[in-house]
């Protein structure tokens, strides 16, 4: 079975500076999807960016990009120019076929 | 486009009482998912139709726990009886179907307490 982890509970960073946040899964399929999902507080879980990993070139999106190693299978996410609106949970996800799972999340911070 | 649509958005009920969770996807979306999202944790999956066959439901607490998707659109998830440990935000999330997930759209949730 496909394990998502995420070992840091908790994350703050300073307005405008950037922050990464780690993931790492295991899973012996080769194709598959990566994501990072942000659910900010009482409101919904919505899609931040997507990584194929047949794909070697790193997912990009406005400020946020990941560190894609596929060997390594770890998926970071990069937040760039943090802003107050980036306070939230962010859930790494895998998925395979229609197999979908989540890791327990980081809670981000963002000071002013 | 409408989203993924999921009532009620709260509820407080005692333990060994029932309840049902109802969930309409975005039309089109043959993939349905319930997710249990204890405070401070992950969601974690309960169970998974494509269209109305389950694909997946081995976290499913069967003895409490059941869900349907009549004609492959909504979904109802309930409970009975229920306990305390199943206090939790219950999310529906649905997606395309094509065979690979590219992206899950989720609604806002049902925030259960049970007292």
């Known amino acids: 079975a496909q394990t998502v982890t995420q070992s840091q509970p908790e994350m703050s960073v300073q307005e405008a500076e950037t922050v990464t946040l780690s993931c790492t899964y295991d899973?012996?399929?080769?194709?598959?999807?990566l994501f990072w999902y942000k659910q900010p507080p009482s409101r919904q879980m919505i899609l931040v960016i997507r990584q194929e990993a047949y794909k070697q070139q790193n997912a990009t999106e406005n400020r946020f990009s990941v560190n894609f190693q596929k060997a390594a299978k770890s998926f970071s996410l990069k937040i760039s120019d943090s802003q107050l609106g980036d306070t939230a949970m962010y859930f790494c996800?895998?998925?395979?076929?229609?197999?979908?799972?989540f890791g327990a999340g980081t809670r981000l911070t963002v000071k002013p | 486009e409408a989203g993924v649509a999921q009532s009620p958005r709260y509820k407080i009920i005692e333990k060994r009482q029932s309840v049902a969770f109802w969930c309409n996807p975005i039309?089109?979306?043959?993939?349905l998912y319930w997710y249990q999202q204890i405070l401070g944790q992950g969601p974690k999956l309960l169970i998974q139709?494509?269209?109305?066959?389950?694909?997946?439901d081995s976290q499913l607490p069967k003895d409490r726990f059941s869900a349907e998707r009549l004609k492959g659109v909504d979904s109802t998830l309930k409970i009975q009886p229920a306990k305390l440990e199943d206090s939790a935000v219950y999310l529906c999330?649905?997606?395309f179907g094509g065979g690979t997930v590219t992206e899950a759209f989720f609604g806002q949730g049902t925030r259960l307490t049970v007292v």
């Open positions: 139709f494509q269209n109305n066959g389950v694909v997946d």
């Open positions: 899973t012996s399929e080769n194709n598959y999807y």
């Open positions: 999330a649905s997606e």
């Open positions: 996800a895998f998925s395979f076929l229609v197999d979908m799972r």
């Open positions: 039309s089109g979306h043959a993939t």
